[in-house]
Antibody, heavy 117, light 109 residues
Framework: QVQLVESGGGVVKPGGSLRLSCAGS????????MNWIRQAPGKGLEWVSY????????YYADSVKGRFTLSRDNAKNSLYLQMNSLRAEDTAVYYC??????????WGQGTLVTVSS | QAGLTQPPSVSKGLRQTATLTCTGN????????ALWLQQHQGHPPKLLSY???NRPSGISERLSASRSGDTASLTITGLQPGDEADYYC???????????FGGGTKLTV
């Protein structure tokens, strides 16, 4: 079955960097668009970024544009989010989400990023 | 990015019917329709309904979705304790090239 497993979260100081990874299995990874969607503690869902199946197109929320970079390695069935210049407001659980014809269909369990001095 | 509008909370009794609403605009809900997601505390969201009234396999027939113009609705009949959760609507916004979300509705049964 489809599995998405995020890793790389942790505690980082403001201005620091972190790289999140998402490993996909149980499906042909290279066929699907992928997203990162985050949820701050006690808050709602916020779309962060998505990447096309080939990796040729990426889109970012205004709140992270210029600071976050999304990439993928289809040979390794993996998705990456490089996060630089982190701010306190980036503190959230980050979910890796697969897009199918049904929309935001499959979600990972999430990885927690905490930005704090 | 502009979001969708959901009421913060809805409270209903056991076996009653709850209708949750989600209002967007012609670039998102009014364009391609909405998704509905359910999230229980401590768990990732789960897709309940896509593109207005399509249910993934395994989703209860007690759930039905609809759309009228720029407003989407999710109706849950025969409410059970397990339906108590946060419900989010989402849509692809063609003018923003972004997924947009509602702020979520906390359903209390």
């Amino acid at each position: 079955q489809v599995q998405l497993v995020e890793s790389g979260g942790g505690v980082v100081k403001p201005g620091g960097s972190l790289r999140l990874s998402c490993a996909g299995s149980g499906f042909t990874f290279s066929d699907y668009y992928m997203n990162w969607i985050r949820q701050a503690p006690g808050k709602g869902l916020e779309w962060v970024s998505y990447i096309s199946s080939s990796g040729s197109a990426m889109y970012y929320a205004d709140s992270v544009k210029g600071r976050f970079t999304l990439s993928r390695d289809n040979a390794k069935n993996s998705l990456y989010l490089q996060m630089n210049s982190l701010r306190a407001e980036d503190t959230a659980v980050y979910y890796c989400v697969m897009v199918t014809a049904n929309g935001l269909d499959y979600w990972g369990q999430g990885t927690l990023v905490t930005v704090s001095s | 990015q502009a979001g969708l509008t959901q009421p913060p909370s809805v409270s209903k009794g056991l076996r009653q019917t709850a209708t949750l609403t989600c209002t967007g605009n012609s670039s998102n809900v009014g364009n391609q329709g909405a998704l509905w997601l359910q999230q229980h505390q401590g768990h990732p969201p789960k897709l309940l309904s896509y593109w207005n009234n399509n249910r993934p396999s395994g989703i209860s027939e007690r759930l039905s979705a609809s759309r009228s113009g720029d407003t989407a609705s999710l109706t849950i009949t025969g409410l059970q304790p397990g339906d108590e959760a946060d419900y989010y609507c989402s849509a692809w916004d063609s003018s923003l090239s972004a997924w947009v979300f509602g702020g979520g509705t906390k359903l209390t049964v």
